[in-house]
Structure formats: structure tokens, C-alpha cells
Nanobody
């Protein structure tokens, strides 16, 4: 069983930055693609980024492409999401998720989420 724990959320002013972390345990993280999703109140969950298992290919939603950076450190069993130039619409609960192989649905394992709040 793979477990994922997100951290790094908080209250940030618009224009600021955050670095979210996803700690993975229970299996070798190098086998998994890790995705980041977010869900704002009253909205559907949105996929924002993913980093694949093999070649480290990265993917971003158009809405975040120039401001979010995903990276992974297999030695530390962690994946990071750097968020720059935070905007009020970035406020949401952010989740990381894992699946073996490539970045595609569905994901098999999910974390509990970390809250990102943006003040304007």
C-alpha cells in the first residue's frame, strides 16, 4: 500500500510563492508517476501537473503552465510543486496522487491534501 502525505500549504499573499511537498512511502517511488490536483470549494477537482516515472516528463494544465514547476527526488521519495506568482484562483486544497508508470488516469493512491489560501 502506497501512502502519500502532502505538506507546505498555507496562507500566502497574491504574488507570493509556495513549495508543496508530497512524501511517498510504502513502495519505491521511482516506479510511480505522481500527479498534483487541486479542488476549490464548489468546483470539480482539477489536475494541475504530473511527472512521469520513467523519463521524468512533466505536464501542466494550461492555467498554471508558466507559474508551477513540478520536480521529483526519488532518493528522498518526494515530489515537489513550486508555485510562483500565486493568484486568488489558485486557492484550493492540493492533493498528490500516484499510479505506476505514466501520467494518465486513473490514479491509484491519494494523499489527504494540503490547503493553499491566497489573500489579495
Amino acid at each position: 500500500q502506497v501512502h502519500l502525505i502532502e505538506s507546505g500549504g498555507g496562507l500566502v499573499q497574491a504574488g507570493g510563492s509556495l513549495r508543496l511537498s508530497c512524501a511517498v512511502s510504502g513502495d519505491t517511488m521511482a516506479y510511480y508517476a505522481i500527479g498534483w490536483f487541486r479542488q476549490a470549494p464548489g468546483k470539480e477537482r482539477e489536475g494541475v501537473s504530473c511527472i512521469s516515472r520513467s523519463d521524468g516528463s512533466v505536464y501542466y494544465a494550461d492555467s498554471v503552465k508558466d507559474r508551477f514547476t513540478i520536480s521529483r527526488d526519488n532518493a528522498k521519495n518526494s515530489v515537489y510543486l513550486q508555485i510562483d506568482s500565486l493568484q486568488p484562483e489558485d486557492a484550493a486544497v492540493y492533493y498528490c496522487a500516484a499510479r505506476r508508470g505514466r501520467c494518465r488516469q486513473p490514479y491509484d493512491y491519494w494523499g489527504q491534501g494540503t490547503q493553499v489560501t491566497v489573500s489579495s
